[in-house]
């Protein structure tokens, strides 16, 4: 079994920025790809942002490119999201996410997921 556990989140003013860090423990060696999502009240959960275990490659969510970026360093197996230029609409709950399968579309389907770590920015 995996476990996620996200921190970092907070409350910041538009424009501000915010280090998501998500720490996996258990199997870890089993996720090929690991993610974010985010959801807020009333809202299905959205895809943020993806990225390939062993060879690094990313997926961003279109209205976060050039603003996030997703990182990861497996040697502590955890992954970051850096977020720049924050607005009102990234305020969510964000979640972390890893998945066993590197071959289908990385925005869905994933086996295990964090509790999720608030993010707020005020206007």
């Known amino acids: 079994q995996v476990q996620l556990v996200e921190s970092g989140g907070g409350l910041v003013q538009a424009g501000g920025s915010l280090r998501l860090s998500c720490a996996a423990s258990?199997?870890?060696?089993?996720?090929?790809?690991m993610g974010w999502f985010r959801q807020t009240p009333g809202k299905e959960r959205e895809f943020v942002a993806a990225?390939?275990?062993?060879?690094?490659?990313?997926y961003y969510l279109d209205s976060v490119k050039g603003r996030f970026t997703i990182s990861r360093d497996n040697d502590i197996a955890t992954i970051f999201l850096q977020m720049n230029s924050l607005k009102p609409e990234d305020t969510a709950v964000y979640y972390c996410?890893?998945?066993?399968?590197?071959?289908?579309?990385?925005?869905?389907?994933?086996?295990?997921w964090g509790r999720g770590t608030q993010v707020t920015v005020s206007s």
């Open positions: 990225i390939k275990r062993v060879a690094g490659t990313t």
């Open positions: 996410a890893g998945r066993n399968n590197r071959y289908s579309d990385p925005t869905v389907n994933y086996d295990y």
């Open positions: 258990g199997f870890t060696a089993r996720m090929a790809i």
